[in-house]
């Protein structure tokens, strides 16, 4: 790994790719830091998102199994996607999340509003999300948030935390005005691989209107695979090729963005 992975759900990409593919991922930080008993807080990491109330027990037994020296190399958040059955129980929902809350994350999410899908109906996509970012508020984490098709939804529960809390917009998928908006409630803006597509011109534009202190970089794996290679599961190593582009859009060198973007979430993630 060069460059760290903000967002990537690592379950999925065992399940989708295989376990000896985590461990590829890995294998050079497992090395350094059976070396070193811990790993360098310079070094890349992973944040492996949570989707699914109460998922973070099996996630980090996941993570212990496939890369025992992973160590600081992954961190973990627990969050609550506005899926169907998360939806029809929000209280339910949310004491499984408090109960992994608990055990100690980074960051609640990912959360937020999907009206593409629309797996659940609007105002309770709606309740759930508040419900999570007010939880982050309370305990002084960062919120990760997911947002299509539902930008306006969106920013307006973003707008009573984001003074509060740092606020990461995920997988950002809409254009340099919107951009703007979520640098100017204070958001840091994260791009993945379809940054690279062909047809994402409106993305690219929004990429380059982040200023620097407020982008980050992620694979959302197993998802978004960049190109070349659209379509193949993703893993983490997959967001090298993102920032290389990146970096070409910038006119920078990769790795000073690799590691602009680590700076940027470690400050968030490892605080």
């Not at 109330?53 to 969050?79: C, I, W, Y």
């Not at 947002?147 to 998928?173: Q, W």
């Amino acid at each position: 790994m060069r460059c760290t992975d903000t967002h990537a759900h690592l379950s999925m990409v065992a399940a989708r790719a295989g376990e000896a593919a985590l461990r590829a991922v890995f294998a050079p930080l497992e090395e350094r830091a059976a070396e070193a008993d811990s790993l360098l807080s310079a070094e890349p990491f992973v944040v492996d998102i949570g989707v699914e109330p109460g998922d973070l027990q099996e996630r980090r037994q996941l993570v212990e199994r496939v890369m025992p020296h992973a160590g600081r190399s992954v961190r973990f958040t627990a969050g609550i996607w506005p899926g169907t059955e998360a939806c029809a129980d929000i209280e339910r929902s949310l004491q499984l999340l408090r109960e992994d809350l608990a055990r100690g994350v980074c960051a609640v999410g990912e959360c937020g509003l999907d009206y593409y899908h629309m797996a659940a109906p609007a105002k309770a996509q709606q309740a759930l999300f508040e419900a999570q970012a007010e939880l982050a508020r309370e305990m002084g984490l960062p919120l990760v948030v997911h947002s299509r098709e539902a930008f306006r939804d969106t920013c307006s529960i973003i707008k009573k935390v984001a003074s509060s809390i740092p606020v990461v917009f995920h997988c950002f998928g809409y254009g340099p005005e919107e951009a703007k908006q979520c640098v100017d409630l204070g958001c840091l803006v994260s791009f993945a691989g379809n940054l690279t597509y062909r047809a994402a011109h409106a993305l690219r534009e929004a990429f380059l209107v982040v200023p620097s202190d407020r982008l980050l970089l992620e694979t959302d794996a197993p998802y978004l695979h960049p190109e070349p290679g659209r379509g193949k599961p993703s893993t983490p190593l997959s967001v090298w090729q993102t920032c290389t582009y990146a970096a070409s859009l910038k006119g920078m060198e990769p790795q000073a963005l690799a590691d602009l973007v680590g700076r940027n979430a470690a400050a968030i993630f490892m605080a």
